[in-house]
């Protein structure tokens, strides 16, 4: 029998993002409280519990659809998942059930009829419609490439596992178009737990095809303009690299390496962060028992303050220094403990964790919603970590019963309200790298073709301007603006046409300077040399006049430096937040270096 399940939240889709926290479409604050559908990525055959190596049959679920729909009708689960206080589901996938064609058994849809004949892929779309006609917000997550249960030496390893990157981003276009007119599917999470594979590690930023921030970057640029501008797009740290054994580099980066390489899309409000956390597992361990298990501290052997550190310190600063370029929402979209837990250290770390969630106001999702019981409520058998576990019969065990003890800390969190109401938009900031290739994050200007053929190019977010540069490496960084004209192209400058006489800013060396009207939205680098400046028109008249920002012998930036750190390792420059850069100058002498040196920075139009 389901519990009385609470009124469904009211929001208005689509969603995104301000500062730390997501919003709707009237810009009041939806906390994701999540839990994680899985099944259709492929799990385990109903026989064990998936946590427990003993009974864990890996890749036996060749059905590849979300769990319980042999047991339990629809319009229960999902009343089911409103009573846990649920606003939303990771409903996971495989690359593999996107294509299978042969019908799902009867017997796996025997609680749903009405499934009968479909393919995964169609089980997977009724699901969804399921889900959305009933109020949930829908993230996709993209766990597996092959329909098998995660996370070991699999071939699921990275995103592009027996496939190019190419590829898997052609199939999140594929999907997100697939939902685009569902406005109640909200997000693309790219992928899980990217990790080492025997033989190689990813990483964050090198340019190379293991490079999972440049990837990212890409499948969500795609996805956004392509496929959906209104989806979230849900990036995840990487989730291990090295060798577990004790005396080699190991360790779970998670989101370290985002302090000093973010990501910025194309569609500005819709970069989130995500991380997993379990008590097995620690910051360098791997959550190995015998083999591999090294004598790294696990998450649980932490204190409560130690705990709270090494979160912050690997994901939860993300969200809570605002101001940055870094600044986003963290959705820890993987947690969990089983039922069947007597273990006074798990115990503590679950208690800690939650309240922790709810300490910083934390969106999250717990691992996993659904499971099989194969005894009768709640007995020992079957996935003692699931939040509702049906036996054959369909009767439910769990959280929402006597007895589970993960019920208190449970209701906790989720029935915790967090920020709620207006969150009022504040200025956001933005992070350009041509590190590697390009990074034009404008959609305005990619329509117009390249503008510097054979040049790295990076341009700011339609509605941003640059505000500051590295004197080496190429890195930039942007800022909200409501600038530019809503018509209207840009200008390539690559020489000294728009300095007026007698206007001589940077004496002795090349400027770049916008024609006036205009403003700096973007530059691009032959080597180190700029190569070219790119201006934008203004809505509005521009002052002219303005201070030369020199940067060539040490940083030059505003009090606070707002934005955060850009360029680590460089010398910087950046204007006020009350100016507009309308100039690069640089030296092509063989005695100093090529790199951008100086900015021409004049006073905003007043309000």
């Known amino acids: 029998m389901s519990a009385a399940a609470p009124a469904a939240e009211a929001w208005t889709p689509p969603l995104s993002t301000r500062g730390r926290y997501i919003v709707d479409a009237q810009g009041n604050r939806f906390r994701l409280r999540s839990g994680n559908w899985d099944g259709a990525q492929g799990s385990w055959n109903g026989s064990g519990d998936r946590n427990d190596p003993a009974t864990h049959h890996a890749g036996q679920n060749s059905n590849g659809i979300p769990i319980g729909l042999d047991r339990v009708p629809l319009p229960t689960l ?10 939303s589901i990771r409903l996971p996938f495989s690359n593999e059930m996107l294509r299978t064609t042969v019908p799902v058994p009867d017997a796996a849809v025997a609680a749903n009829p009405a499934l009968r004949g479909r393919t995964p892929l169609q089980v997977y779309d009724a699901v969804v419609a399921a889900l959305t006609d009933a109020g949930f917000a829908v993230i996709l997550n993209n766990h597996t490439v092959t329909t098998r249960w995660c996370c070991g030496l699999d071939g699921n390893e990275r995103w592009n596992s027996g496939r190019s990157t190419a590829q898997w981003a052609d199939d999140w276009v594929f999907l997100a178009r697939r939902y685009r007119d569902n406005p109640r599917v909200v997000g693309a999470d790219l992928y899980n737990e990217v990790r080492r594979d025997v033989l190689d590690d990813p990483n964050w930023g090198l340019g190379d095809n293991h490079d999972w921030q440049a990837a990212a970057q890409e499948a969500g640029d795609r996805i956004l303009a392509e496929a959906n501008p209104n989806l979230l797009i ?17 360790g779970r980066p998670t989101l370290t390496p985002v302090r000093t390489l973010s990501h910025t899309l194309v569609v500005s409000g819709k970069l989130v962060y995500s991380a997993h956390f379990y008590g097995y597992t620690g910051p360098r361990h791997s959550g190995a028992t015998g083999i591999g298990e090294t004598s790294d501290l696990r998450y649980q052997d932490m204190s409560r303050a130690q705990l709270e550190q090494t979160l912050y310190d690997q994901a939860l600063y993300v969200s809570a220094e605002t101001g940055t370029h870094f600044t986003a929402p963290v959705w820890v979209s993987e947690f969990g403990i089983g039922a069947d837990e007597t273990g006074a250290l798990p115990r503590a770390w679950f208690q800690n964790m939650t309240g922790y969630l709810n300490a910083v106001d934390a969106d999250f999702a717990y691992w996993p919603l659904v499971g099989w019981s194969t005894t009768a409520q709640g007995a020992p058998g079957g996935d003692s970590w699931a939040m509702l576990r049906y036996d054959a019969s369909g009767r439910r065990s769990g959280l929402l019963d006597a007895g589970d003890w993960r019920t208190q800390p449970w209701t906790a969190l989720a029935g915790a309200a ?5 969150i009022p938009v504040t200025p956001a900031w933005y992070q350009l790298t041509t590190d590697h290739r390009d990074h034009n994050a404008s959609l305005r200007t990619r329509a117009t073709g390249d503008w510097d053929n054979g040049a790295r190019k990076a341009v700011c977010p339609d509605g941003a301007r640059l505000a500051g540069l590295g004197h080496t490496d190429g890195r930039g960084l942007c800022g909200t603006s409501d600038l530019r004209a809503p018509t209207g192209g840009h200008t390539v400058v690559r020489d000294e046409a728009y300095v007026p006489p007698g206007g001589d800013w940077a004496t002795g060396y090349t400027k770049f300077q916008c024609p006036a009207g205009q403003f700096l939205i973007g530059y691009s680098l032959r080597g ?22 020199w940067f060539d012998r040490g940083d030059n930036r505003p009090p606070g430096a707002p934005g955060g750190e850009f360029a680590y390792g460089d010398y910087k420059g950046q204007c006020l937040p009350t100016e507009y850069a309308a100039g690069i100058a640089f030296t092509t002498r063989a005695a100093s270096r090529p790199g951008p040196a100086a900015l021409l920075c004049r006073p905003l139009p007043p309000v």
Do not use: K, M, Y
């Not at 849900?234 to 190991?250: L, Q, R, S």
């Not at 203004?538 to 002052?543: D, E, I, K, V, Y």
């Open 78 to 87: 999902l009343a089911d998942f409103r009573a846990l206080g649920l606003n």
């Open 234 to 250: 849900v990036i995840e740290g990487i989730n291990w690299t090295g060798i577990p054994v004790d005396g080699f580099a190991h």
């Open 418 to 422: 967090g920020r709620t109401g207006q």
């Open 528 to 549: 180190e040399r700029v190569s070219a400046a790119l201006c934008a028109p203004s809505r509005t008249a521009l002052p002219a006049g303005g201070r030369t920002l």
